[in-house]
């Protein structure tokens, strides 16, 4: 490992296998965005004014833009001087690094696993909660509570707009026995209609 936790983990393994062509979720990234523009990576120069003025998106800004620094910082430099030499220093950029965690804020789902009397049972648990910068930060520095929610990316899946309530023109994502249902939210879907 090269420290940073679990979600260095995630975000080096996305790295890993977006670079090869060969890896079995090739097509799956060459489907996704090349760019995604998250604000934690826009210039101070280009922030909309109405952006600026508001002080929580600035904080919300500032706190992923720390987690991206920090999360590049304590996993590049112990990976890229591995003996195992698995990366170059181009693949793990901290543009290409940035990318990466663009793509887990914008599309990655929160499992959430347990074990009962019945045995282990996985299910979706609260992605917005998961994907908050204090949380993530949790799986960098380790002390990230033992909830039993992981942040995976569903390939397929991952490209329809969904909400956990269900919301209008969504589709709510049912995790039962190890298969995922999208399911129509609130509202009609009428035959042939896409859920984007």
Known sequence: GGGGGELGR???TMLYESHREGSKY?????SVPLNVPLPFQWDDETLPSDFKKDAYLQAQRD???????ASYAATVDKV???????FTEEQLSKAKWAWALSIVLSRAFALKRTSGVFGKTTVL???Q???QASYLT??????KPSDGVELVLIPGLDMANHGEEGEEGTAVLEFKDGKVT???GKGTLTRGEEVL
């Open 26 to 30: 090739w097509n799956y990234f060459c």
């Open 125 to 127: 648990g609260d992605s």
């Open 80 to 86: 890229l001087a591995s003996p195992l030499k698995v």
């Open 129 to 131: 909660a998961a994907k």
């Open 63 to 69: 706190a992923y833009a720390t987690l991206a620094e």
């Open 182 to 184: 999208a399911v129509a």
């Open 10 to 12: 995630l975000l080096l």
């Open 138 to 143: 949790s799986m960098l520095d380790g002390s």
